[in-house]
């Protein structure tokens, strides 16, 4: 059974920080490209950003010097760095999988992030 689980998510003031996590099982992970997606209320879900099974990383514009993605193969994980928190980064953010070289992919539970003052 595959299974993503997000953790991390909290309030923050503008400014601030968070790390989120995401914890895979069930998958072989080192042949699964990682990202993070967010869907804040009233919109669609966006791409954050990715990281590929070789390292090769791609950001959303919007958060492009604010945010880093990073993977650990040997704790079949993935993480987020936020920098520099703005209202605007306030979603839903979600954890997704897919399988080098197929359409296949999975979905975590999500994890809420709010930037208020």
């Known amino acids: 059974q595959v299974q993503l689980v997000e953790s991390g998510g909290g309030l923050v003031q503008p400014g601030g920080s968070l790390r989120l996590s995401c914890a895979a099982s069930?998958?072989?992970?080192?042949?699964?490209?990682m990202g993070w997606y967010r869907q804040a209320p009233g919109k669609q879900r966006e791409l954050v950003a990715i990281?590929?099974?070789?390292?090769?990383?791609n950001y959303a514009n919007s958060v492009k010097g604010r945010f880093t993605i990073s993977r650990d193969s040997a704790k079949n994980t993935q993480y987020l760095q936020m920098n520099n928190l703005k209202p605007e980064d306030t979603a839903v953010y979600y954890c997704?999988?897919?399988?080098?070289?197929?359409?296949?992919?999975?979905w975590g539970q999500g994890t809420r992030v709010t930037v208020s003052s």
């Open positions: 069930g998958i072989i992970f080192t042949i699964y490209h």
């Open positions: 990281i590929s099974t070789g390292g090769t990383t």
């Open positions: 997704n999988a897919r399988r080098a070289t197929t359409t296949l992919e999975y």
